[in-house]
């Protein structure tokens, strides 16, 4: 998976030959990932959840190299998950594949029996499919209807966020979740076009969002639209509230030795998975303590150097790992469902909706 600026590379598989769904997919990290996994999953029953299933590279991976783990793979994205069912059929029972949103991690794991699991992964962001499927909408780079759902069977489309929400709402969720800083002019803009005219392409918005930026601007930083199509499809998928309330899910999931990698693809997902991890590798004791008592240890272990990235090797042969940060860490201990549960503090100030008025 990668961040919404990989859109810039993607291509319709609608031009040539149909590929595999291996060829389509080039995991990010592939390698670093498995050998950060492998120590917690070489046990007897050793289970791993895939959290972001996509097409499921880093599960096959894990299959391959390590003997005996079964791998729980959860996806969203029934296309997905179908595509990666198929590639993974050949692994029989150690492959479980689940139709679910990660969040659900802790209900998706007691469905089968479990309360806790060796490993867990998560890839955040779009996935390789959904860019390179054009008529998904995700991609900038190519004509498409407005839809970037990665579950295109339920809840709303960009076209039909964009046809309803007031420019407040617009300006909130361009600055906050795409980082634009002509935010304003651009919710103006959007809202006074579809007044003429409901919104329904791609092309149209990409084209928009660059008139909206200045020229000297556009000279630098990659497509112009590319943080107002980040900050839409995060605001149609509910990626950053999900993911607020999946890291903390999955740590609480995680057996004492367990391991949890996370790749993250733009600031706004690793600050949030920092901050989950860093509960847990910090002591809470008070300061002044003079002992610190058992359930104030940390009850996590950082496995990397802060956020690691993509080295130039990686950045040659995989041009969507130029934006990754990997995270990983053990847990070392056992604690409350409330202390290694407790979720993220990034909460932005949003503006309310409201029925009054479509600007």
Known sequence: MDAASAADSSTSSATSAAPTTADRHQPVLLQRCVDLLAPALTGQGAVMVDCTLGMGGHTEAVLTQIPGVTVIGIDRDPQALALAGARLAPFGQRFIGVHAVYDDIAAVIAAQGLTHVQGILMDLGVSSLQLDETERGFAYSHDAPLDMRMNPTTGMTAADLLNTYTVDQLVFILRTYGEERFAPRIARSIVARRDQKPWERTAELADLVRACIPAATRKTGGHPAKR????????????????????????????????????????????????????????????????????????????????????????????????????????????????????????????????????
């Open 228 to 359: 107002t199509f980040q900050a839409l499809r995060i605001e149609v998928n509910g990626e950053l509230d999900t993911l607020q309330r999946a890291v903390p899910a999955a740590i609480g999931a995680l057996a004492v030795g367990g391991r949890i990698v996370v790749e993250s693809y733009h600031s706004l997902e690793d600050r949030i998975v920092k901050q989950a991890m860093a509960r847990g590798i910090e002591s809470s004791a008070p300061d002044g303590l003079p002992i610190e008592l058992d359930n104030h240890k940390p009850y996590l272990t950082s496995l990397t150097r802060g956020a690691e990235k993509a080295d130039p090797d990686e950045l040659a042969h995989n041009p969507r790992s130029a934006s990754v940060r990997l995270r990983a860490a053990q847990r070392v201990r056992a604690t409350s469902t409330t202390s290694a549960n407790a979720t993220s503090t990034f909460t932005p100030h949003r503006p309310a909706r409201t029925q009054e008025t479509r600007r």
